[in-house]
């Protein structure tokens, strides 16, 4: 085996090989914690990605318990309906929003998550997980070839350990079941402009507005990049961010949007 340490995201894609190569027989459910910016979802997207993986993402900020108007966990996961039980990874984002321990949160939201979280429980335990299906009926969908990867920033804290989710509120039952974790730090420079000049965004922009310098652009935006990392709390997003600032505001970036834009004119579409 190689003893070479592998950063946190080597590990997650390791991981997703033996989910893949097992054919879900070994399902590592896991937990991914971060502060804000260091690319929990964008990491887990590009490696799904790149495995030929299917992939899923649901909001938990957004849930609410089963029987409480909203966005229900059965809801969230309807679009599993249409994988046809193929192995697809399912990413829960803002996975820490359902504890709320150390905040001034009501009864009614304490109520509210901790249902939330029993119903992840239970999905966890089972091969089926019921769903909300056409006509308001609920349907019965398989689960066994569904990976669940928990990601959460947890007030951004650093090296988080199980004790210190448990202390948060994650139920040891839970742990019992998702309780490989993995804290991945803040994206470096040299990781941000990789995921650039690797946008198909940027891409197709490029495509529509063929006056553009390729080089320069990418030039500007490196640039801009570097001299605002320590204020981006975006992360990755960042990037897709600024490709969109660049283009919409005619090859200028700045905080405040130009009130013109000559691309309209030089441009062809």
């Known amino acids: ?35 804000s910016g260091s690319g929990k979802s964008f990491t887990m997207q590009q490696l799904t ?48 929003k359902l504890f709320i321990s150390g905040n001034t949160n009501s009864s009614l939201a304490h109520e509210t998550t901790n249902g939330v979280q029993n119903e992840f429980l239970k999905v966890l335990e089972s091969n089926l997980a019921s769903v909300y299906g056409e006509y308001g009926k609920y349907v019965s969908v398989p689960v066994d070839k ?22 948060f509120g994650v139920k040891t039952e839970f742990l019992g079941r998702a309780g490989i974790l993995f804290n991945l730090q803040k ?38 990049i570097k001299s605002t990392y320590e204020q981006n709390t975006l992360g990755a997003r960042i990037v897709s961010s600024l490709v969109h600032q660049y283009f919409i505001n005619g090859g200028i970036l700045t905080p405040v949007a130009v009130e013109k834009t000559t691309f309209q004119t030089t441009l062809l579409l």
């Open 187 to 224: 994206l470096t420079i040299d990781e941000l402009l990789r995921i650039l000049h690797n946008s198909q965004l940027l891409k197709d922009y490029l495509q529509l507005f063929p006056e553009v310098d390729a080089k320069d652009c990418v030039d500007l935006i490196s640039e801009y």
């Open 49 to 96: 990605e790149a495995l030929g993986l299917d992939y899923l993402e649901i909001n938990a900020a957004q849930l609410t318990k089963e029987g409480t108007s909203g966005n229900s966990l059965s809801k969230a996961l309807a679009p599993l309906l249409n994988k046809s039980s193929r192995l697809t990874v399912c990413l829960v984002d803002e996975f820490d």
């Open 1 to 35: 085996m190689n003893t070479k340490k592998l950063s946190e995201a080597q590990k997650i894609e390791r991981l997703l090989k033996i989910f893949k190569a097992s054919n879900a027989s070994i399902r590592p459910h896991h937990i991914v914690v971060g502060p």
């Open 146 to 167: 569904v990976l669940f990867v928990f990601a959460g920033a947890f007030n951004g804290e650093e090296n988080l350990t199980i004790d210190r989710l448990r202390d």
